[in-house]
């Protein structure tokens, strides 16, 4: 899906690094995921509108490819941490989506796509709570789900915050600090106070 450009990225306040890395997001993602397999893929598809239903935030018809650009993310020093008790990323991904899925077979039968919402909600909820049990066979731990389901949740967040159609749509102005000359930072920081470089 193509994204249309959001006049933010037009701001004299936005120094153009930022702006080549929000131009960069805005980008059309690969056809096929680059590190995950196809079936966790089109898991984590499924998670991310779960964790996150992008309907109840931006307009109509637009979606941010999400799990696109966590898979794209998967390439590269990421924030240069992890877990001491996972694995590295690429490899804590494909585990834990695969974890999440045996345990929508050992505990319903089926697998996660055809849950209910309830279903998939209760089941991500003891992901992140440790609460899994231990006797299903899965890649990661219910202690290690519970760690990983940390960075998913993060992960998505932090995306989809970090794209320039959702700071456009929620009117989000934090990176409009200066141009590349100085740093200007905001002058008005009292309670319903604007810039007045900020939208409206």
Same mark, same amino acid.
């Given at each position: 899906?193509?994204?249309?450009?959001?006049?933010?990225?037009?701001?004299?306040?936005?120094?153009?690094?930022?702006?080549?890395?929000?131009?960069?997001?805005?980008?059309?993602?690969?056809?096929?995921?680059?590190?995950?397999?196809?079936?966790?893929?089109?898991?984590?598809?499924?998670?991310?509108?779960?964790?996150?239903?992008? @309907?109840?935030?931006?307009?109509?018809?637009?979606?941010?490819?999400?799990?696109? &650009? *966590? #898979?794209? !993310? /998967?390439? =590269?020093?990421?924030?240069?941490?992890?877990?001491?008790?996972?694995?590295?990323?690429k490899?804590?991904?494909e585990?834990?989506?695969?974890?999440?899925?045996?345990?929508?077979?050992?505990?319903? @039968?089926?697998?996660?796509?055809?849950?209910?919402?309830?279903?998939?909600?209760? &089941? *991500? #909820?003891? !992901? /992140?709570? =440790?609460?899994?049990?231990?006797?299903?066979?899965?890649?990661?731990?219910?202690?290690?789900?519970?760690?990983?389901?940390?960075?998913?949740?993060?992960?998505?967040i932090?995306?989809?915050?970090? @794209?320039?159609?959702?700071?456009?749509?929620?009117?989000?102005?934090?990176?409009?600090?200066?141009?590349d000359?100085?740093?200007?930072?905001?002058?008005?920081?009292?309670?319903?106070?604007?810039?007045?470089?900020?939208?409206?």
């Open positions: 899906m193509t994204l249309t450009s959001p006049s933010l990225l037009e701001s004299a306040h936005l120094s153009s690094r930022t702006r080549a890395l929000l131009l960069d997001r805005l980008d059309s993602p690969q056809e096929r995921p680059c590190h995950l397999s196809l079936d966790s893929f089109s898991l984590l598809e499924r998670i991310c509108d779960d964790i996150l239903p992008q @309907h109840l935030l931006l307009p109509d018809g637009v979606n941010v490819p999400l799990a696109f &650009l *966590l #898979d794209q !993310a /998967l390439d =590269g020093l990421r924030d240069g941490w992890r877990y001491a008790d996972l694995p590295a990323d490899e804590a991904w585990k834990g989506l695969h974890s999440i899925e045996a345990h929508a077979h050992a505990r319903h @039968h089926r697998s996660y796509h055809t849950l209910s919402s309830a279903q998939r909600g209760e &089941l *991500l #909820d003891h !992901a /992140l709570e =440790g609460t899994l049990p231990e006797a299903v066979p899965t890649s990661l731990t219910p202690h290690q789900m519970s760690l990983w389901s940390c960075d998913l949740r993060a992960d998505i932090g995306t989809f915050f970090a @794209h320039p159609v959702v700071q456009e749509a929620l009117d989000i102005s934090a990176l409009l600090t200066g141009g000359d100085h740093l200007q930072g905001f002058q008005e920081i009292g309670l319903n106070q604007r810039d007045l470089f900020e939208g409206l």
